[in-house]
């Protein structure tokens, strides 16, 4: 077991952040958008979107932090934080997906496809680390939720 290194688990975290960050910048202004359509019924206010979101991708860098500090772990560290990045760069372009382009249907299929990833992430991460996995639950429970809203914009709009 790597030693606990602040410097490390900033670099995860920011990473995750930036992630999200750069993907809303490419992505436009989601309020306008998120004010045009039809939403489905238990759609939060446009506001949460962006606090859950920060919330998720720190979880993220910090569980994948704590997977790469486990040097024992050997294949199983490295398949985890492939899965983590692959299901990263998913994340990524949900959000120019729907929100730049608007092809609704295609961020529905997306967002199930992300949703199976972390969710084979988070097997992963159980693996080398408990904490890892069980700090990215909520990430794999907003994701039910998003692909429920994501499935929903698709057929009302």
């Excluded at 952040?17 to 309020?31: D, N």
């Excluded at 994948?64 to 990524?92: C, H, K, M, P, W």
């Excluded at 890892?132 to 429970?141: E, G, H, R």
Aim: proline share 4%.
């Amino acid at each position: 077991m790597k030693k606990f290194s602040l410097t490390d688990l900033f670099i995860f975290i920011v990473s995750a952040e930036l992630t999200g960050a750069v993907s809303a910048l490419i992505s436009g202004s989601f309020s306008s958008l998120y004010a045009e359509i039809r939403n489905p019924p238990l759609s939060p206010p446009g506001w949460v979107f962006p606090i859950v979101w920060t919330i998720l991708y720190a979880l993220m860098g910090t569980g994948a932090y704590l997977v790469y500090r486990n040097e024992d772990a050997g294949t199983e560290r490295s398949a985890s934080l492939g899965l983590y990045v692959i299901q990263l760069g998913v994340n990524f372009l949900w959000s120019i997906i729907f929100f730049r382009f608007r092809l609704f249907s295609v961020a529905a299929f997306t967002a199930l496809v992300l949703l199976v990833l972390a969710a084979a992430m988070v097997n992963e991460f159980r693996r080398v680390s408990r904490t890892a996995a069980v700090i990215n639950l909520p990430y794999l429970i907003w994701l039910t939720f998003a692909a429920y809203l994501s499935f929903g914009v698709w057929i009302l709009n």
